[in-house]
């Protein structure tokens, strides 16, 4: 299985910006499709983005579509969420899974592996 290891996650201000970072580890990280998802208090885990295994195909929720965008560098074993004109409705647990197979997916049962997730607040 891959190892993730999210980092980037903080406080800003509404209108703000943030880039999440998701860092892979053990096997061949082009063979996964990457996703975001975010989980607020008291809410279920909800998707956020994903990026197929050659980056060629992004996946977003209504809600982040012109704001956030996704990325990653095989290169580099890592996956991106630049994330854009925040809103508090963003402030959330943010975590990245790893889904091995050609088809990404939005629902979240379907990811093999997590990271331990990373904070962000938004304030107004």
């Known amino acids: 299985q891959v190892q993730l290891v999210e980092s980037g996650g903080g406080s800003v201000q509404a209108g703000g910006s943030l880039r999440l970072s998701c860092a892979a580890s053990g096997r061949t990280f082009s063979n996964y499709c990457m996703g975001w998802f975010r989980q607020a208090p008291g809410k279920e885990r909800e998707f956020v983005a994903a990026?197929?295994?050659?980056?060629?195909?992004?996946y977003y929720a209504e809600s982040v579509k012109g704001r956030f965008t996704i990325s990653r560098d095989n290169a580099k074993n890592t996956v991106y969420l630049q994330m854009n004109s925040l809103k508090p409705e963003d402030t959330a647990v943010y975590y990245c899974?790893?889904?091995?197979?050609?088809?990404?997916?939005?629902?979240?049962?379907?990811?093999?592996?997590w990271g331990q997730g990373t904070q962000v607040t938004v304030s107004s």
């Open positions: 899974g790893a889904l091995e197979g050609v088809i990404c997916s939005s629902e979240y049962g379907r990811y093999n592996t």
């Open positions: 990026i197929s295994r050659s980056g060629g195909i992004t």
